[in-house]
């Protein structure tokens, strides 16, 4: 038998020496997969060399039908498996190798079945062929190596057993006829599949057309319908600005008249308000090198009135990509920035006054202190003086009419270049002017105001005379902050209040800095009582006759963390005009007494007198009385051995209501000191109504007598004081006493008690119940 004549590249033969056994079939493995084959079959099968040989004497039972149909079954198996690994290299498909295979048997049974069929039957062999297209397997190389598959192994391995010669050659006839319909219905099916293909192709090139004609259409109705519909203006112009479309919207925004438009070139709309940058950005966008831009940008309309807007400018290329149009998108923005305006002027003025308030003052000043080197600057800060008296009196509406008064004389006043006149808030205004000589300028400024202010106002029928007071910062711009600037102003201007008022003063570095540390000190009070930081020294009073030791004073002092031991002169005046001189004044009436006590218990029960010193405010505090006996009765501290001091300035003019509480605590035995008398001007017959038992001479009576001879006048006004005083039974005290002539003196004109540096400098409290006249002495 003759080997096939034609095995396509890549069909697997049956090649023992190199293919695998899963890959290609040899000779002896076809035969083994047939075990029904008669020798003399397989001997026909294999060519002439069997018929050199002759016939085999042994013969082979036929088997059973149901063996001959497992053998078939497994024949046509080992069929697909070569045809499958033959052309699944070339087959587009998702399935695997096995499962490819298995789409096989069904079609090699076919082939099978067409083969032993009588007649022989084309059709069905087109339908494999067919079917091979349905599959995937549309590459030429796939049939070129099904057909040497057929031509190789169909017979060999699906023909019949037993044949001869004659019948062989039959069977390769047939198998030559299947090759042939396969071929046919290969190709028919593939043509018929591209022809599908190609009339699918075109229905969907027709129908992508038809659809995209047909969404060309809608969107240019779309955009129609947006560019006539919109609520923004929108407008078209080619690249030299040429303006060749808007739609209603903005023709509305420009007043209606199409032709002012319409004949107009982009290049016509400036606008003295436009910056730089605009025009920048559409030369860059008219050559294609800027998509787009927004801006805010003004136009004149026809009648000259200026029509602000949000301006999008968008650049419109062709198919190519060059640049053609450019689309322009405009939002009326006039009234929201009028409107933005008007909030922006309320923002930064006086809704009363209409002067420019402490915000846009603020950013006017700092503009000022960062001018350019060599600029200078003056700051006028205004208070009007007693204005709270016009608001009391007169009502807040008449005390509004008078600021709107006083306003617009100061914008009378700041009418040269650089000046500008703003109200800070109640009755405050500043005023600044900007030079190379603000130092006189302001000067002037300053008299121009205080001239302005001294002119009467009339108010419903009165004539009210307006003062102020002035602090006034000069100097170059560029090394204070504006908040330096107004705190150092504010400081200068009551400094000038302070003075009597009506007047100006320029601003001092060392008397800011006291303000400062005043403020740092008020500031740092409560605190410091919380703390523990107050401590309270001792100075003896003593006895003139004999110089032994009557009381003490209670002087109290603050342990400040940064600036040391602070007398009360430092700090009492702003415990006052805080309220924190109530607290402080219990705690220092409080730890006084305690201290008598101890001295009582230490001394066997002689008493000693304390002397605590009594504010203005705390005279006025309705727990005054309540207060002092609680602290009497906490420590067992007779009345009488507590003296409360009280400055002859709190008493001028005092009423019955305000002595009752003194009277209350004189009556309870409790002694009251008069200070500093003869500083305050008071009526000598005002002594016989005071509920006093003591009086406390100034230290400036005393002053002439530190020498000798001793002023003749300072003798005589003691001489007579402690005459009356005597005569109205009251004891009398000298402070101050710093020398032994000047204790003599005042011992010989009669004074009961003093105090000074002569006996002794205020001290710890373990000193004073030891002390003596000698003690005293020693220690100066």
Known sequence: MRLPAAVPPGTPTPDPASAPEDTALTAAQAESACPQATPQSRSRSQGGAGDEEGPATTRITPASPAALRSGLEDRIARFATIWGRAIFPVTATSLTRPEF????????????????????????????????????????????????????????????????????????????????????????????????????????????????????????????????????????????????????????MFGGLEGHVRSRNVSEWGHPDDTPHVWKMYAELVRGEREHYRVEKPYYRHDGTVLWTNLTVSLLRDAEGRPQYQLALMEDTTERRLLNLRLRYEATHDALTGLPNRTLFFERLEKALNGAGGSRFGLCYLDLDGFKAVNDSLGHSAGDRLLVEVADRLQSCATGPGEVVARLGGDEFVALTTGPETEETATELAVRILTALSTPIRLDGRELTVRGSIGIV????????????????????????????????????????????????????????????????????????DGSVHGAEALVRWSHPQYGVLGPDRFIPLAERTGLIVPLGRWVLEESVRQARNWQNQLGGSALRINVNLSPTQLHHPGLVADTVAVLENSGLAPGALCLEVTESALIGADDEFLEPLRRLAALGVDIALDDFGTGYSNLANLRRLPVSVLKLDRSFTQGMQQQPADPVDVKIVEGIVALAHSLELAVTVEGVETGAQAAQLRDLGCDTAQGWYYARPGAPDRIHTLSLSDAVSTL
């Open 101 to 252: 295979e298995r789409h096989l048997v069904p079609l090699t049974r076919t082939l099978a079945e067409a083969l032993h069929a009588r007649p022989s039957d084309a059709a069905v062999a087109q339908r494999v062929g067919a079917e091979l297209v349905a599959v995937h397997c549309t590459d030429p190389e796939a049939l070129s190596r099904t057909l040497g598959v057929v031509e190789s192994y169909l017979v060999l391995y699906c023909g019949p057993d037993g044949a001869g010669t004659e019948g062989t050659e039959e069977y390769r006839a047939r198998c030559a006829r299947l090759q042939h319909g396969i071929a046919a219905g290969f190709a028919r099916a593939l043509r018929e599949r591209t022809l599908k293909e190609q009339e699918a192709i075109a229905r969907s090139a027709l129908t992508a057309r038809a659809d995209a004609q047909q969404a060309l259409h809608a969107s240019e109705e779309r955009f129609r319908a947006v560019f006539e519909g919109a609520a923004i203006g929108i407008g078209i112009a080619d690249l030299e600005g040429n303006v060749l479309e808007v739609n209603d919207t903005l023709l509305q």
């Open 474 to 545: 000069e100097g170059p711009a560029g090394e204070r902050t504006p908040a330096e600037v107004l705190r150092s102003a504010d400081i200068t201007m009551y400094r000038a209040k302070a003075a009597g008022g009506n007047r100006f003063e320029f601003a001092d570095a060392e008397a800011d800095a006291r303000a400062i540390t005043r403020h740092g000190l008020t500031n740092a009070l409560p605190a410091a009582l919380e703390r523990g930081e107050f401590f309270i020294e001792y100075q003896p009073l003593v006895h003139m006759h």
